[in-house]
């Protein structure tokens, strides 16, 4: 049992080049989320996935795309990368357990030059 | 106003004490709450979540909740050097949405 993983675990990029970044998880968990994370700003939602099928705009979209392939993946594509976009990027899934926790996973560390 | 404060830190206490960290948040509405760890260069991890008013305790952690002053806290009994790490609080608000808030830098001295 994995939990959740994510690929890569890091990535330097180039302005304008464009990258997705990829996390399954093996919890049957319906709820998936992307998240980025920088320095004295908390953890800040990118995008969600409340169900295979179905995703919604989180506090910080813009510059990015989504697409939940399946129940187990949830896929988070930067077009045109910028050196906004540099920051520690996690994947999250969730499934209702009695607890509703988010489950993170390793993290890839992106950086756009 | 951000929806979910805490102060930054760092937080320093020497091994064996309280520690005591903070968060307040602005949707009243709010009826779920958790607590993350965050080890440097790690992914967070929940370690407790509390959902009505008053304490819940696990082990050496207690959250204390209180819906009316929209404050929530962790108290960590007895701390330890392992203990050192970033706190995160997180709020899920009316949207249903998970806010954190920038997280508490805590160091256990031996």
């Known amino acids: 049992n994995a939990g959740v993983t994510q690929t890569p675990k890091f990535q330097v990029l180039k302005t304008g080049q464009s990258m997705t970044l990829q996390c399954a998880q093996d919890?049957?968990?319906?709820?998936m989320y992307w998240y980025r994370q920088d320095p004295g700003m908390g953890l800040r939602l990118i995008y969600y996935?409340?169900?295979?099928?179905?995703?919604d705009k989180g506090e910080v979209p813009n510059g990015y795309n989504v697409s939940r392939l399946n129940k187990r993946e949830f896929s988070l594509r930067l077009e045109s990368a910028a050196p906004s976009q540099t920051s520690v990027y996690f994947c999250?899934?969730?499934?209702?357990?009695?607890?509703?926790?988010?489950?993170f996973g390793p993290g890839t560390r992106l950086t756009v030059l | 106003q951000k929806e979910v404060e805490q102060n930054s830190g760092p937080l320093s206490v020497p091994e064996g004490a309280i520690a005591s960290l903070n968060c307040t948040y602005s949707?009243?509405?709010?009826?779920?709450f958790f607590w993350y760890r965050q080890y440097s260069g790690k992914s967070p991890e929940l370690i407790m979540s509390?959902?009505?008013?008053g304490d819940k305790e696990d082990g050496r952690f207690t959250a204390q909740l209180n819906k009316a002053s929209q404050y929530v806290s962790l108290l960590i009994r007895d701390s330890q050097p392992s203990d050192s790490a970033t706190y995160l609080c997180?709020?899920?608000?009316?949207?249903?949405?998970?806010?954190f808030g920038q997280g508490t830098e805590l160091s256990v001295k031996p």
């Open positions: 999250a899934s969730s499934g209702w357990d009695g607890t509703d926790t988010q489950y």
């Open positions: 919890m049957n968990h319906n709820s």
């Open positions: 996935s409340a169900s295979e099928g179905t995703t």
């Open positions: 949707d009243r509405v709010s009826q779920s």
């Open positions: 509390i959902y009505s008013n």
């Open positions: 997180a709020v899920r608000n009316q949207g249903g949405k998970l806010i």
